[in-house]
């Protein structure tokens, strides 16, 4: 059973950085990408970005430059590093791991940005 952790979430202001963490379970997790996904109140959750396994990443236009995204497979953990952040960054940020057709989430950790 795989099972994922986000964690670092926070209260930040605007322009300060926040490092999220996602904590994976398995073996299963050092050999698959990653992904990273964020869901405003009353929006559809929406793609931040992906790492594959051997560390390649990418983020979505809104956050490039901004965010960025390792990972330390000998810990199995995926970072998600924040800077430069903006209140409209505020949001519940979620962890994904896809093995064949089924999805695994993370229960999600909250950032918050104020103004």
């Known amino acids: 059973q795989v099972q994922l952790v986000e964690s670092g979430g926070g209260l930040v202001q605007a322009g300060g950085s926040v490092r999220l963490s996602c904590a994976a379970s398995?073996?299963?997790?050092?050999?698959?990408?990653i992904t990273w996904y964020r869901q405003a109140p009353g929006e559809q959750r929406g793609w931040v970005g992906g790492?594959?396994?051997?560390?390649?990443?990418e983020v979505a236009h809104s956050v490039k430059g901004r965010f960025t995204i390792s990972r330390d497979n000998a810990k199995n953990l995926v970072y998600l590093q924040m800077n430069s952040l903006k209140p409209e960054d505020t949001a519940a940020y979620y962890c994904?791991?896809?093995?064949?057709?089924?999805?695994?989430w993370g229960p999600g950790t909250q950032v918050t940005v104020s103004s």
């Open positions: 994904n791991l896809r093995i064949e057709e089924t999805d695994y």
């Open positions: 398995g073996r299963i997790f050092t050999i698959k990408p």
């Open positions: 790492i594959a396994s051997g560390g390649s990443a």
